[in-house]
């Protein structure tokens, strides 16, 4: 059951409107069948993660059911009126219009937006939830960044500029946008009505490739070159000068630039550049291989007669080709936006000549124009289509490489030890998600720049997949006294090891390190766990080289973490505070005195039994009886039943993966009075409903553990007149029920 229900006021003050307070029931109710353009449902409220914590007390999602107009919105989980509320969401039912922002809270967290009808604005900033505006968009600008954010827009959209830097965007139609731009990856998707070729018009959700550069229509002072990334970004502070000020970011004195006015001068200068390169020269051809993109510059003849062409193909999953075509006799310009199949054939494309009017064709001008940039710059120098390489070797870490990192200090001969056994073997081969890796001080300057912090650290290996890495504290001026330290992705600096000897030991656990602002641990599932591929010529090399056996067990990976911090975590608090850093004290766990209670006591009713041959149908039962009509008493609820059972601790966050054995038994036990079964009229099931929750706490809905599969138990409840089930491949109890008079579907 949620742990909100009901509130001491009704409506709450929020950016000068009135907001309705509803529970995650009743926003459940208006959200919860809300899909994405694979017909998915977006949100479950009752889930418990960082969407949508249970654990904050008070938590509420606010309602406007009217249009709402307002001067700016910025979206945070409490008011100054309220400061004990955990705001989930914003649900506006009708038109939303914001004269100036619309802006989520945190990067890393923030309040879900949705909006049901249109949203209108000047600049709209998102990240931290999954937001959902479902009458359309229009607005200057939309930002999405980094990081936990995705946004679903249903309707059409205007606007001079959406940008992703690493945050996944859905739209459904594009109806006036100048220009698209992904930082890093295509994140952007949009949805293209294709015909089949039986005539029926399918919808096709596809990656959407930058349009432009940011300088191509943002205003000068707004854009800046990150060398870090190679790449152009905003500036750090655009959302205080602009978004909050109410301005825009779109230069409109750019109209050449953005409309790619003289994109055919341009292109005729690309082709006889690349023409005349040397590479051209020796080999007739040119490519360039760059992460997830391909460059190419070729010249090829078909029916009779000549072309040259410039093209990309963004690999790795996205299977998108941009080509621009010039006919050397005939001088046109063709250009192609295609998606691939798996072999790289053409599923369906655009393509039209160079005066085309239509945003996918600026896609196709700023591929080319980008990839002619790449390629100029190779030349024979530097570039042998026939000299053979080892791909292997070139991305292999060398020892002076890996040295520079550590300046002026002497490496350990223990981590030089190790980084010759991971040359032998691999990086990742031996030990999940390690491998030592070359750092400059950027990541670390992002917790702070003063000189003094970034310069007591070293980093020098990746901790776990999502980010986190391993440093020396420098304590010390011998490493080999310094203790290693590891660096969350999501926040958090904890002492991890007390010198490098016990580093590598915890290395033998094989088990990437888990990290966020308050802990640190290991959690391996024995289940799920499989071997890294030279884990067993590791623990022999630990063996033979240190004396040490492998660590096996959580517990004694937790030692090592304990020790460590015993010896160096309130120094290391204390160090960080220096520089406002947020350090958390973990506090030593004492369990819980019971509460004496016999409230879930077994209760034998007085009346007659119903008898079930179904267990998810009794839960079906349950649901109605206990949580909305609640005629069953008492009211289960998960938490309270642990805190009162005293026969072992049962932690539900380790164990509410799964079933809890003694809640199962509870609810098999419990007896129903056959006189409730009149009160039993219709049953719908829903992922949602309270019984599921309690009984198995942290279920994603993915499975079939609650199905029902027997027509037996609705002979005995003869006023059910309609059904909605959870689906099912075997459809024989629907059919079923159909042939008992009772209306039955699939939820």
């Not at 020098?460 to 999502?466: E, I, K, L, Q, Y």
């Not at 290693?484 to 390190?513: C, M, P, R, W």
């Amino acid at each position: 059951m949620s742990k909100e229900e009901k509130f001491p006021f009704e409506t709450i003050e929020f950016a000068g409107v009135t907001f309705k307070v509803i529970n995650r029931h009743e926003a459940h109710e208006i959200i919860g069948n809300l899909t994405d353009f694979k017909d998915q449902k977006i949100y479950n409220v009752f889930e418990d993660t960082w969407r949508f914590p249970d654990y904050e007390e008070n938590a509420i999602f606010l309602l406007a059911e009217a249009d709402v107009e307002m001067d700016s919105f910025e979206m945070e989980f409490n008011t100054e009126e309220h400061p004990d509320i955990f705001i989930l969401g914003f649900i506006f039912k009708g038109n939303l219009i914001v004269n100036k922002l619309i802006s989520s809270f945190d990067t890393d967290n923030s309040p879900a937006l949705i909006v049901l009808g249109k949203t209108t604005t000047l600049n709209i900033n998102l990240f931290g939830n999954v937001h959902y505006l479902g009458g359309g968009l229009q607005c200057d600008t939309l930002a999405g960044e980094y990081n936990h954010g995705e946004l679903f827009v249903k309707g059409e959209v205007s606007a001079w500029l959406i940008y992703s830097d690493d945050m996944q965007m859905h739209f459904e139609m594009f109806n006036n946008v100048q220009s698209v731009i992904s930082a890093n990856r295509p994140d952007v998707t949009i949805c293209s009505r294709l015909s089949t070729a039986d005539g029926e018009t399918i919808m096709i959700e596809s990656y959407f490739p930058s349009t432009h550069k940011l300088s191509d229509i943002v205003k000068d002072l707004y854009v800046e070159y990150s060398t870090d990334y190679d790449r152009e970004t905003l500036i750090s502070d655009y959302f205080e000068k602009v978004f909050k000020e109410g301005l825009s970011l779109i230069d409109h004195e750019k109209e050449d630039r953005y409309l790619y006015t003289n994109f055919r001068d341009q292109f005729v200068v690309m082709v006889q550049t690349l023409l005349d390169n040397e590479v051209t020269v020796k080999d007739g051809s040119l490519y360039v291989e760059d992460g997830i993109s391909k460059y190419s510059f070729v010249k090829f003849s078909h029916e009779e007669e000549r072309y040259c062409q410039i093209a990309t193909t963004i690999i790795n999953g996205f299977d998108i080709r941009i080509r621009a075509l010039w006919n050397v006799e005939s001088k046109e310009i063709t250009l192609l936006l295609e998606y691939l199949d798996e072999e790289e054939n053409t599923k369906y494309q655009w393509i039209n000549n160079e005066t085309a009017v239509g945003i996918e064709y600026y896609a196709v001008k700023h591929a080319i124009i980008e990839a002619f940039e790449i390629l100029n710059k190779e030349s024979l120098a530097v570039y042998d289509e026939t000299e053979e390489y080892d791909e292997e070797d070139e991305d292999k870490l060398t020892l002076e490489d890996f040295l520079v990192q550590f300046g002026e200090s002497e490496v350990p001969d223990d981590l030089l030890k190790l980084f010759e056994f991971q040359s032998e073997y691999g990086g990742e081969s031996f030990s999940e998600s390690f491998y030592f890796y070359t750092y400059d001080k950027t990541g670390i300057k992002t917790w702070s720049e003063d000189e003094e912090f970034y310069n007591s650290f070293i980093e020098f290996a990746t901790a776990n997949g999502s980010g986190s890495s391993y440093a020396y504290w420098l304590v010390d001026k011998d490493l080999n006294k310094c203790p290693i330290v590891v660096f969350g992705d999501e926040g958090g600096i904890h002492v991890v090891a007390e010198n490098t000897k016990q580093f590598i030991s915890l290395l033998t656990y094989d088990t990437e390190i888990s990290v966020d602002h308050e802990t640190v641990y290991f959690y391996r599932d024995d289940e799920e766990y499989e071997e890294s591929e030279n884990k067993e010529e590791f623990v022999n090399w630990v063996k033979e080289t240190f004396g040490s056996d492998a660590v096996d067990t959580e517990e004694e990976a937790e030692k090592i973490l304990h020790n460590a911090k015993e010896k160096f975590g309130k120094k290391l608090n204390a160090f960080l505070e220096k520089f406002d850093i947020e350090t958390f004290e973990e506090q030593e766990y004492k369990p819980k005195e019971k509460v004496a209670s016999d409230k879930y006591a077994f209760q034998k009713i007085e009346g007659e039994k119903i008898e079930f041959k179904d267990f998810n149908f009794k839960l079906a039962v349950i649901q109605i009886l206990m949580y909305e009509k609640e005629l069953l008493h008492p009211k289960f609820d998960l938490y309270e039943f642990v805190e009162i059972y005293d026969k072992r601790e049962i932690d539900v966050e380790e164990e509410g993966y799964g079933f809890i054995p003694e809640v199962t038994e509870y609810f098999e036990n419990l007896e129903i009075d056959r006189k409730f079964a009149d009160e039993i009229t219709e049953i719908i099931q829903d992922g949602g409903d309270d019984i599921y929750l309690e009984l198995y706490r942290f279920w994603d809905g993915e499975d079939d553990v609650f199905n029902i599969k027997s027509a037996d138990d609705f002979k005995n409840f003869k006023n059910i007149a309609k059904v909605e089930l959870f689906y099912d491949e075997d459809d024989s109890l629907i059919n079923e029920l159909k042939k008992m008079g009772i209306e039955t579907d699939y939820i």
